[in-house]
């Protein structure tokens, strides 16, 4: 079992994050080891939302089936994942000020013994959590741009 924590403190306002954060199909624009989201479901946002994402990690490639199993709007996003690899993660949104808020990742991943079990996760956790601290810093430039782009 691997646990990754990683956050990041954003300088653009909770609402803005929030809908960089609820706009899942564009999670691959800013995911680096996220590389295609397929729908499984009519619905794209909210608890039960179901989807196929591809990932890939330099030539390590897997196909995650997801599943939202929770939704606070404005707030947080949590998901539980099947696939070669399984886990449960959380991104969570605190506000700090009318212009900043803090993004925090939290996600366990279980590795099956038949791709190195707990090695692989000794192994992988210092590169995912490298990983995905760039993700935060891509979302918060894509939040940015979001925040620009409404601007009149």
Known sequence: MSTINVERHL??????????????????????????????????????????????????????????????????ISVRHHGLITGEGCLQLRGYSDDSCQLTWNEVLRFPIGVGGPLTAALAQPILTRIWRGNLRRFEQSAIRRLESNKP
Do not use: Y
């Open 11 to 76: 300088g653009v306002p909770l609402s803005v994050a929030w809908n960089e954060l609820a706009d899942i199909e564009h999670h691959v624009e800013w995911m680096a080891d996220a590389t295609n989201i397929e729908f499984l479901t009519a619905q794209h946002r909210g608890t039960g939302t179901r989807f196929s994402c591809l990932t890939q990690v330099g030539p390590l490639k897997t196909r995650d089936l997801m599943e939202i199993t929770n939704w606070e709007e404005g707030s947080s």
